[in-house]
């Protein structure tokens, strides 16, 4: 069994400006860990990702939607939780293609979940359209793997 050592959750309006915000408080809870600096890059990263996907494509930058983040601290993980109630993903696997991009105009590169997936150990994507996205990531720390090797 898990034990879980610690957790955290925030809630913030919807603005793209909050993008950094979310990427800060999560990189400061996690910095308690002794983990490598490409390890808490890489949760960054993976933060900014799924923050503008919710104010971007959940909520077309409506200050009115709330974005949540809630982290814990595993024995050996970090678990990650994104969620929005926007308008939620029609089609799942099409969205998780690399460079599938509902808003071109703004110049999305539409690697985002791309990026989540390649940056953490497993990626879960839960949605109801018209009711919200809930996007899961855990990533295994680097000292965890190294104890199992």
């Known amino acids: 069994m ?28 996690i910095s308690q860990l002794d983990i490598t600096m490409d390890e808490l890059e890489e949760i960054k990263t993976v933060i900014s990702e799924a923050v503008t996907n919710a104010i971007i494509h959940g909520y077309d930058e409506n200050p009115e939607g709330v974005v949540q983040i809630s982290v814990r601290i595993q024995e050996d993980s970090i678990d990650l939780i994104v969620e929005d109630n926007g308008r939620g993903i029609e089609d799942v696997e099409q969205a998780m293609q690399p460079l599938y991009t ?11 979940f791309t990026i989540m997936e390649n940056f953490m150990d497993s990626l879960e994507v839960a949605t109801v359209v018209g009711k919200g996205t809930t996007v899961r990531l855990t990533k295994r720390l680097a000292f965890a793997k190294a104890l199992q090797n």
Request: charged share 20%; glycine share 6%; aromatic share 10%.
């Open 2 to 29: 898990m034990v879980q050592r610690n957790f955290m959750s925030v809630s913030f309006a919807a603005l793209s400006q909050n993008e950094a915000f979310a990427r800060v408080a999560v990189a400061a809870f």
């Open 102 to 112: 509902t808003k071109p105009e703004l110049e999305r590169s539409g690697m985002g």
